[in-house]
């Protein structure tokens, strides 16, 4: 497995929201005020963590900013995240992103927010999801 050494940011505390499967850690960098309508977190995901189904209402943007994971919207094929990609999630769309089941990933998440909404929950990825997408990006 591939070890992340290189942490801009303090990891931060353990998320045990239920929205996430494995180990995952958020650092609430910069959270919604007068003057941003949007959150600012460092996560970091141990491998073969990753976040459930969800979509924002005003979309969401990543910077993947160590290691390698997966980012993968509803019916369409997973796609490799590394270091230096900047991932644009449009509005409403459904997605899941996370490490990959060798290696862990940490980006950066800035959340928009919509009526004081940023975020709708949906089911997990499931254990058979998750291994199709690990083999997608293996392409």
Request: overall charge negative.
């Given at each position: 497995?591939?070890?992340?050494?290189?942490?801009?940011?303090?990891?931060?505390?353990?998320?045990?929201?239920?929205?996430?499967?494995?180990?995952a850690f958020l650092?609430?960098?910069?959270?919604?005020?007068?003057?941003?309508?949007?959150?600012?977190?460092?996560?970091?995901?141990?491998?073969?963590?990753?976040?459930?189904?969800?979509?924002?209402?005003?979309?969401?943007?990543?910077?993947?900013?160590?290691?390698?994971?997966?980012?993968?919207?509803?019916?369409?094929?997973?796609?490799?995240?590394?270091?230096?990609?900047?991932?644009?999630?449009?509005?409403?769309?459904?997605?899941?992103?996370?490490a990959s089941a060798?290696?862990?990933?940490?980006?950066?998440?800035?959340?928009?927010?919509?009526?004081?909404?940023?975020?709708?929950?949906?089911?997990?990825?499931s254990e058979e999801?998750?291994?199709?997408?690990?083999?997608?990006?293996?392409?």
């Amino acid at each position: 497995m591939e070890q992340i050494i290189n942490e801009i940011f303090e990891k931060g505390n353990q998320i045990t929201n239920g929205y996430f499967t494995g180990n995952a850690f958020l650092n609430l960098l910069q959270e919604k005020d007068e003057n941003n309508d949007f959150a600012l977190g460092n996560v970091t995901f141990e491998s073969g963590a990753r976040t459930n189904w969800h979509t924002h209402p005003r979309g969401q943007v990543l910077i993947i900013t160590d290691g390698t994971g997966i980012y993968q919207e509803r019916g369409q094929v997973a796609q490799l995240i590394k270091k230096g990609d900047i991932i644009n999630i449009p509005e409403d769309v459904e997605h899941w992103h996370g490490a990959s089941a060798v290696s862990g990933m940490i980006h950066i998440a800035i959340t928009n927010y919509k009526d004081e909404e940023n975020v709708t929950w949906l089911q997990a990825v499931s254990e058979e999801e998750y291994a199709i997408a690990n083999k997608q990006i293996q392409r």
